[in-house]
């Protein structure tokens, strides 16, 4: 009973973020990341970056009962939404949300698996502001990486700072690809372009 409940309180959260068109990550990509952490029992700490109302958050941590979610949010009126959703699912003693600039984060924990989805002009930011929280085989799991395809066909768009963002992300991730620090695969078909890169080193 408690299973269904929850299921379809998820599956709320869910549909008001769509219905509200807060960006929570796309079902297919959430899908592969969930399949992902499913098949790899040694994720047990994760790191998220960018919470938005808790969905992504609140999913990963029901795939273990023994996994640990750290997610960084730094808009408040989002943070509080998250803070609801995870308090209404019982899952505030696994999923810790902090209001914060995901750069200005600082912990001494080491994190299995950190998922990238916050600001997407700063994904190199991140990924070096993190390295020390990681360790070799831990995983960074970056969404977005096409950006609506804009990022290889930037004719499909004519904003200038959604260009200006587009064109961080294509450096980024050309940098990442030949990153010798990193085993990555790119996956272009799923969500908005996903890559893993996990840590040969
Ligand atoms: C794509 S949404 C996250 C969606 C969420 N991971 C999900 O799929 O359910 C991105 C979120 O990152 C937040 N964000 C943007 N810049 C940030 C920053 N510098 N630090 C922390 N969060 C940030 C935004 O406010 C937004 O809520």
Known sequence: MRIIETMKNIDKIHDYAREKHIPIMKDDGLLFLLDYIQKH???QNILEL?????HSAIQMANIRWDMQI???EVNREMYEMAIQNIKDLGLADRIHCHLVDAIEYETDKIYDLVFVDAAKSQYKRYMEHFMVNT??????VFDNLNFHGIVEDPSLSHNRST???T????RFKEALFVDERFDV???SEIGDGIAIAKRRI
């Open 41 to 43: 029992e040694d994720i």
């Open 50 to 54: 960018g919470t938005a109302v808790g």
């Open 70 to 72: 750290d997610t960084l």
């Open 135 to 140: 360790r070799k085989g831990s995983v960074f």
């Open 163 to 165: 260009l200006q963002m």
């Open 167 to 170: 064109r961080k992300i294509k």
């Open 185 to 187: 695969d790119f996956y």
